[in-house]
């Protein structure tokens, strides 16, 4: 059993699947996101970063190869398998998954195996890092996956960082849009309570009555369609237990984004205090852009 409460895990970074990383890469930078160089995972994917001053990050994710990440899939690779099983579903463009940081993901494996929420074995790579400048380095993860019975549209895992790279990203933070960090993460669920145990859970924060999660470092909040639709303006698709639908970025200044985003003719609606840019191939969620002094 265990005995000891967790801490609240923090947001870690988001993953966004997509069917091409150069998509990926040119609809981000026309939204003002500097993009890492391509990381090669050793199971078959592969991604393009973007990432934020305040240590979270996006992690656009396509498949590199289908043999490798096929032969990783029948080794049992959760991470792999829940990216096809999302692929399968929702298609090749989206928001499949939220990483919590922990300093130590066997416990929250065990904690998932005991509230019967595990999603699988536990999985730990490294892979090679480079920044901005050219210099590399190696990462290494040891990752923990949580999952509702039923839910096979969304997920969330524990990525504990073993080795963490001593590249400078400060080049790679210094987005033209401003943006600093992620103030929240929206999913959307036809009955968001159903979701309270598997995100306190997995959050490590304790289960409540509402359907607003405070992290450490963001907000992750729950809401059904029509709540969707009335806050950001726009339709959310098929119906779902529980899906990743959209990302709110904390900005410097508003108008600069909303200049950049009429200079790359991105449409984008205003509602109230956010910029609303509608989900696009490259660009899995709906992006929020807000002023947050």
Known sequence: MTTTPPSPRPLDHLVLPTA?????????????????PTGLHPFGTENCCVFLADGTYLEPL????????????AKGNVFVARDRIYRDKCGNEGF????????????????????????????RFSRAFTDATGKSDTASFKLAFASGSGATDAFLFACERINAPKGDRTALQ????????????VAVSDVPSEQHRLISIAAGIGEGDSDVFELP?????????????ERFGMPVGAPSKFRFAGIVFSVQRADVVARLLVANSIEH????????VRPAPGQGAAFIFREIK
């Open 269 to 276: 609606d205003i509602r109230g205090n956010d910029i609303v």
């Open 20 to 36: 091409s990383l150069e998509v990926a890469r040119a609809r981000l930078g026309s939204l003002g996101f500097i993009v890492a």
């Open 174 to 185: 210094a987005h033209a849009n401003g943006a600093t960090g992620t103030a929240e993460v």
């Open 62 to 73: 396509a498949v590199g190869s289908e043999q490798i990440a096929g032969n990783a899939i």
């Open 217 to 229: 470092n963001a907000t992750l909040t729950v809401l059904d369609p029509a709540a969707i639709a």
């Open 96 to 123: 499949s998954a939220v990483a919590l940081g922990t300093r130590n993901a066997d416990q929250d494996h065990a904690r998932y195996v005991e509230a019967d929420l595990s999603a699988g074995d536990m999985l």
